[in-house]
């Protein structure tokens, strides 16, 4: 089998091989033996993995900087609600089937982004930054004022996914004896779409589009030289980061089954930035690590916040749980940036035998996806290429 692979491309040693089918066996029998609480916490990981790869494919492989992602998770989550509502609960709901429901939210994700990506074509590093922070106003102000579509305030309920027949709701199921809810159900389905979202992202990247957003990235005049359609490049990447955005967002509706607006402000943008850096910047592996340290450590502090020391429940004195998980995972962005630039994926690089490791094939430091033709040195810098205003 692994001889197979290997002719197909894909670099799969067994003993790899073996590990992967041994850890998916291993989510498949979960949620037969977890309690409620652990599968959440897992599907909420799920959903801040798929968000992470989304702005690792923006930030990390193209070097496009947004502080704009929560906007996008909040256009899925509502956009949502708002198709697949059915409007007795007083709010505008178009009533259509769940499935198409979660499509058409994505899409209208994609929509946004396409709308913004002219701007995220021409603008590059801080003045990118800035102006995707100013998403994250409009949003609140949209999803807190826009009562009839919104809720306001108060939110609005999920109505629950249906898919082939199987309605993604806490209407119990027995299977092998064992009663599935809501979180049962999700948890399935949250895997294949984690399995889709990284095997496409990782086809990107391994891809021609990767080796031009890699190029992108490293030296931006250069690429337009070489041909590479700066700008066109640019933009489809913010689309297509923002349809990841808008496929997690629709998962955490899902999961929250109700979505609130200050859920999707300025601090979970903040906290997709870290998933990527704590992970790795450009790493599809990277991003899923670091989306999963992000997200599962509040709900672990808050878990066990009786049997930490300084760690309480809010307005019990001491620091809340959620504060001190904004404390621990700030303190390992500094401590990766300092003595780990790659991140926890270059942990896993460093095990000997892996390419790019000690000891094994290809050279330390050695990109994924090198650029397809040398960057030339003697570049122009100080003109702007044909191929950025394609």
């Known amino acids: 089998m692994s001889e197979t692979l290997a002719r197909s491309g894909l670099r799969v ?11 998916g066996l291993v989510l498949v ?36 900087l947004s502080m704009g992602h929560a906007f996008f998770l909040a256009v899925g989550a509502y956009g949502y609600c708002a198709f697949a509502g059915d409007g007795t609960d007083g709010l505008a709901g178009l009533g259509l089937p769940g499935w198409l429901a979660a499509v058409l939210a994505v899409a209208l994700s994609g929509l946004a982004g396409g709308v913004f990506s002219p701007i995220a074509g021409r603008l590059r590093g801080a003045y990118l930054g800035i102006a ?18 919104t809720g306001g305030y108060n939110g609005r309920a999920v109505p629950p996914l249906s898919l082939f027949g199987l309605t993604f709701d806490d209407s119990e199921l027995l ?10 159900k999700l948890w399935y389905l949250g895997l294949v779409l984690l399995l889709g979202g990284v095997v496409f992202a990782r086809g990107v990247l391994r891809g021609r ?17 070489m041909g590479i359609p700066v700008a066109r490049y640019r933009a489809a990447v913010f689309v297509l980061s923002s349809m990841y955005a808008g496929l997690a967002g629709v998962l955490l509706a899902l999961v929250f089954q109700r979505t609130v607006p200050e859920y999707f402000g300025m601090a979970l943008s903040l906290e997709y930035l ?27 502090l808050n878990r066990y916040s009786d049997a930490l020391p300084l760690v309480s429940a809010p307005g019990t004195g001491g620091i809340a749980p959620g504060e001190a998980s904004r404390y621990l995972y700030g303190a390992a962005v500094v401590a990766v940036v300092l003595f780990l630039p790659g991140g926890l994926a270059r942990l ?15 050279s330390p430091g050695e990109p994924e996806n090198p650029p ?5 040195s003697h570049a122009p810098s100080n003109t702007e290429p044909s191929g950025e205003a394609r």
Not at 16 to 21: I, R
Not at 276 to 299: D, E, N, R, T, Y
């Open 274 to 300: 870290a998933m990527i850096v704590i992970g790795g910047l450009g790493s599809v592996a990277g991003a899923v690590a670091g989306g999963v340290f992000v997200s599962l450590l509040p709900q672990l």
């Open 372 to 376: 397809s033709h040398p960057t030339p």
């Open 29 to 64: 029998v979960l949620p037969f033996y977890l309690d409620r609480f652990w599968l959440q916490a897992g599907l909420f990981a799920m959903a801040a993995a798929l968000g992470a790869i989304g702005i690792n494919l923006l930030t990390g492989a193209t070097g496009q």
């Open 348 to 362: 896993a690089a460093r095990r000997p035998g892996k390419p790019g490791a000690p000891g094994g094939p290809g």
């Open 209 to 225: 589009p990767g080796r031009a957003m890699n190029a992108i990235r490293d030296h931006r005049i250069a690429a337009g030289v």
């Open 132 to 149: 995707t922070l100013a998403l994250i106003f409009i949003g609140q102000h949209v999803l807190f004022n826009a009562h009839d579509l």
């Open 175 to 184: 299977v092998a004896q064992v009663p599935f809810g809501a979180v049962e």
């Open 13 to 23: 040693r067994t003993p790899a091989l073996y590990g992967w089918a041994a850890a």
